[in-house]
């Protein structure tokens, strides 16, 4: 008995280590980062926050009573759904990574729930001067605005290496979204980001 509940209560002390790598565990309901270790490289999944999104910009093409029957089979609400946005930060030898930079804090969209990134970075002891590449997946908004938040610029480091896909900037230099259905705001927050 004395050696199961021994290894319990190990495996819990490896989860919450996992979960809050060098920091105490932050006073959040749900944890904002999640860590794993790779040999020697160390994989920390941060949280920017959640994006409410219209139902109807997911399948968009879809007939909306299909729609519909899905989201109501997925338990998800028929009006709006939050849309996680995470980003990753790998740290390797003298490297440190960020995937994606988030949202970011664009006060006419209205997001209070989102742009969560730089503090959250803080939180987990990532200093923005020791990012030495930001590797852009895509560059909606939600992947690129939290390099545009004030203030950021100036901590990064000036030999910071950003990498994105050829394709990618040809598409953002003349966007077409004549094929997506956005909600008000959006089309210009997107092109404004990108740019």
Same mark, same amino acid.
């Given at each position: ?64 009573? *299909? ?29 440190? &990574? ?25 939180? *987990?002891? &990532? ?34 290496? &950003?990498?994105?896909?050829? *394709? ?28």
């Amino acid at each position: 008995m004395n050696q199961m509940s021994s290894n319990t209560q190990e495996a819990s002390m490896k989860r919450e280590n996992a979960s809050y790598v060098g920091r105490p565990a932050p006073e959040e309901l749900v944890p904002s980062r999640y860590a794993v270790q790779i040999g020697e490289i160390e994989v920390l999944v941060i949280s920017d926050g959640v994006l409410p999104l219209p139902t109807a910009m997911l399948g968009h093409n879809a007939d909306p009573a *299909a729609r519909a029957a899905w989201l109501g089979d997925m338990f998800l609400p028929q009006d709006a759904f939050d849309w996680a946005l995470n980003v990753v930060v790998v740290r390797s030898g003298e490297q440190t &990574i960020l995937i994606d930079a988030g949202l970011g804090l664009d006060p006419d969209l209205n997001l209070p729930r989102a742009g969560q990134l730089m503090k959250r970075l803080a939180a *987990a002891g &990532i200093d923005l001067a020791s990012v030495t590449d930001v590797v852009l997946t895509h560059m909606h908004m939600d992947h690129v605005g939290g390099l545009l938040v004030d203030g950021v610029k100036e901590q990064l480091n000036p030999d910071l290496r &950003i990498h994105v896909a050829a *394709a990618e900037v040809k598409f953002w230099e003349s966007p077409d979204f004549t094929h997506a259905v956005m909600p008000e705001g959006f089309p210009d927050a997107l092109r404004a980001a990108a740019k």
